[in-house]
C-alpha cells in the first residue's frame, strides 16, 4: 500500500515530482471538494499533472444530491444542525478541562505531583474526546435511518460514477480546503481507495486519510482555541494525527502545551507538514525515518528509525 503525505502546496510545490515518482503514467483521480465553489479551478493541479488529473467533482455532485433529493437534503440539514450543537457543547467542556490542565502545569510542584496531576488531567480529556466522537457515530447512525444513501437515486449514481473513475486510476490525489466538507464528501461518495491503489493526500488531504481529523490554531483571532478533535478519518495512515501547517498554527516554542497534545493523543504520532513536507508511509503505515513529530518532551525531533 503507497501512501504519501505532503504539506501545504500553496507556497513549495512538491506535487508533481511526487506523483512522477509513485505513478509516471496512467489518470490520477483528484479530489478537490475541499475548495467547494473553486473545486472547478484546477488549472494550475491540470498542469501539475500534466494533463492526467481526472476530477471527481465531489462538491459538485453533492450539490447536485442536496438540490435534486428532498429526502435526504433535510436529513442532511438536522444532521448539521445536530453536529454544530454536539461541537458547541463539546468545545465548550474540552476547553474548561484543557485550561485545567494548562494551569496546574504553570504552577511550581514536587515533580512526582506534577505528573499525577498530568496523567490525571489528560485522562479526563480524552474522555471528553471518546465521549464527542461516540456522540457523533450515534448522529451519523440517525442521518442513516432517516434517508439512507442506498435508497437515493442521486446518490446511488453518483457513487457509481466515482467508483468506476477510481477503477480506470492509476493512483488518488486529494487536496486540501475546508477539511469538514472534504470529509463529507468523501464519506458521501464512498471514496476509500483500495489499499493497492495509490493515494497522495496534501493538507486537509492528508489529515482526512488518518484515524481522527485534529483542529488547531494557537494564531486564531480569537487566540489559541485548543486542539479538537472533528470526525474519524479514512484510516488510511493510521496511528497519525496530521498536523499541516504546523509553524503557522501551532506554538511549537511552548513545550508545556505540546506535551500536553502528544500525551492526549498517545496512541499516535502528532506528524508536522509543514510547507515542502513529504512523508512516504511504510506498507503498514509506518513513519519513516526523518519525518518530522513532536515528542513526550514537548519538542519537535526527527524520528531516528521507522515507526
Do not use: K
Not at 483521480?29 to 472547478?40: C, I, K, Y
Not at 475546508?178 to 493526500?201: A, K, N, W, Y
Not at 485548543?226 to 501551532?250: C, T
Not at 506554538?251 to 512523508?279: E, I, Q, S, T, Y
Amino acid at each position: 500500500m503507497r501512501t504519501v503525505l505532503l504539506g501545504p502546496q500553496r507556497f513549495r510545490t512538491t506535487l508533481g515530482q511526487v506523483i512522477g515518482a509513485v505513478v509516471p503514467d496512467g489518470a490520477v483521480a483528484t479530489v478537490t471538494a475541499g475548495w467547494q465553489d473553486r473545486e472547478g479551478n484546477t488549472g494550475e493541479l491540470d498542469a501539475i499533472l500534466g494533463g492526467r488529473g481526472r476530477h471527481l467533482n465531489l462538491y459538485g455532485r453533492l450539490s447536485d444530491v442536496l438540490e435534486t433529493d428532498r429526502r435526504f437534503a433535510e436529513a442532511a440539514l438536522a444532521h448539521r444542525d445536530a453536529v454544530d450543537e454536539l461541537a458547541g457543547i463539546y468545545s465548550a467542556r474540552l476547553h474548561s478541562a484543557l485550561e485545567s490542565v494548562y494551569s496546574v502545569q504553570r504552577r511550581r510542584h514536587r515533580p512526582d505531583l506534577a505528573e499525577a496531576a498530568l496523567a490525571d488531567g489528560v485522562r479526563v480529556v480524552r474522555g471528553i474526546d471518546r465521549w464527542y466522537l461516540e456522540t457523533l457515530d450515534q448522529l451519523y447512525g440517525e442521518l442513516q435511518a432517516a434517508a439512507p444513501p442506498e435508497d437515493s437515486e442521486p446518490i446511488s449514481r453518483h457513487r457509481a460514477e466515482v467508483a468506476e473513475a477510481l477503477r480506470q486510476a492509476a493512483a488518488v490525489a486529494i487536496g486540501g480546503g475546508h477539511v469538514g466538507v472534504l470529509l463529507r464528501c468523501l464519506r458521501l461518495f464512498d471514496v476509500d481507495p483500495p489499499p493497492q491503489l495509490p493515494v497522495i493526500g496534501w493538507s486537509a488531504g492528508a489529515m482526512c486519510l488518518t484515524d481522527r481529523v485534529v483542529l488547531y490554531n494557537d494564531f486564531g483571532p480569537r487566540g489559541a482555541v485548543g486542539s479538537e478533535v472533528w470526525d474519524r478519518g479514512l484510516s488510511r495512515a493510521p496511528r497519525i494525527v496530521a498536523l499541516p501547517h504546523a509553524r503557522r498554527r501551532l506554538r511549537l516554542d511552548d513545550p508545556m502545551v505540546l506535551r500536553v497534545l502528544v500525551r492526549r493523543f498517545a496512541d499516535a504520532r502528532c506528524l508536522l507538514l509543514d510547507d515542502g513536507a513529504r512523508v512516504d508511509l511504510g506498507p503498514s503505515g509506518e513513519l519513516p525515518a526523518g519525518a518530522r513529530v513532536i515528542g513526550d518532551d514537548g519538542a519537535v525531533h526527527n524520528l531516528q528509525e521507522p515507526s
